[in-house]
T-cell receptor, first 115, second 111 residues
Framework: DADVTQTPRNRITKTGKRIMLECSQTKGHDRMYWYRQDPGLGLQLIYYSFDVKDINKGEISDGYSVSRQAQAKFSLSLESAIPNQTALYFC??????????????FGPGTRLTVL | DAKTTQPNSMESNEEEPVHLPCNHSTISGTDYIHWYRQLPSQGPEYVIHGLTSNVNNRMASLAIAEDRKSSTLILHRATLRDAAVYYCILYSGGGADGLTFGKGTHLIIQP
């Protein structure tokens, strides 16, 4: 079973709709992240959370919100989707700094298309 | 932020070693050098990281220049499954800013 799962894997929606992408992890990690990837580019950080009560904006948080419902769950919402939010969205987790440093473990991604 | 420079693409033959270069001339003393790779249609996958000394693991080796301004990821015997985009990332730890991904190097493996 995958350690980091994302649902849905694919979603097509219309402009103005509210969309929620969900991420769950079984690794027991405190830290969780949401990234987006546009075609041919690297990943950009949207939001990150160090624990349930600690949520922080990344470099491209406008138009997005998040919820950390539990240590294992971190959801990303698009309040009113727009076409330029069409992208691949990845969730990631990492343990506190330790022997493995800040290695991040990524989910399989959600492909979102906004028409 | 300290940045990295990688070739856009590289090509190698199956079962041969591959050396993927990365320049990071503005690296700070607290920056770790991380490598991730992204296989087609998958999320990024951790490969290796190091600070000053060369590092080896089951996936690859990381050779770090003495002045730390460059590093090389070494795949000792490339397979078709190693075809991916490889990202060289500088990271100070703490998770404060997440990982900063550039465009990476697209590695093509010829059979």
């Amino acid at each position: 079973d995958a350690d980091v799962t994302q649902t849905p894997r694919n979603r097509i929606t219309k402009t103005g709709k509210r969309i929620m992408l969900e991420c769950s992890q079984t690794k027991g990690h405190d830290r969780m992240y949401w990234y987006r990837q546009d075609p041919g580019l690297g990943l950009q950080l949207i939001y990150y959370s160090f624990d349930v009560k600690d949520i922080n904006k990344g470099e491209i948080s406008d138009g997005y919100s998040v919820s950390r419902q539990a240590q294992a769950k971190f959801s990303l919402s698009l309040e009113s989707a727009i076409p330029n939010q069409t992208a691949l969205y990845f969730c990631a987790t990492s343990p506190r700094s330790g022997a493995l440093g800040d290695t991040q473990y990524f989910g399989p991604g959600t492909r979102l298309t906004v028409l | 932020d300290a940045k990295t420079t990688q070739p856009n693409s590289m090509e190698s033959n199956e079962e041969e070693p591959v050396h993927l270069p990365c320049n990071h001339s503005t690296i700070s003393g607290t920056d770790y050098i991380h490598w991730y790779r992204q296989l087609p249609s998958q999320g990024p996958e951790y490969v290796i990281h190091g600070l000053t000394s060369n590092v080896n693991n089951r996936m690859a080796s990381l050779a770090i220049a003495e002045d730390r301004k460059s590093s090389t990821l070494i795949l000792h015997r490339a397979t078709l499954r190693d075809a991916a985009v490889y990202y060289c990332i500088l990271y100070s730890g703490g998770g404060a800013d997440g990982l900063t991904f550039g465009k990476g190097t697209h590695l093509i493996i010829q059979p």
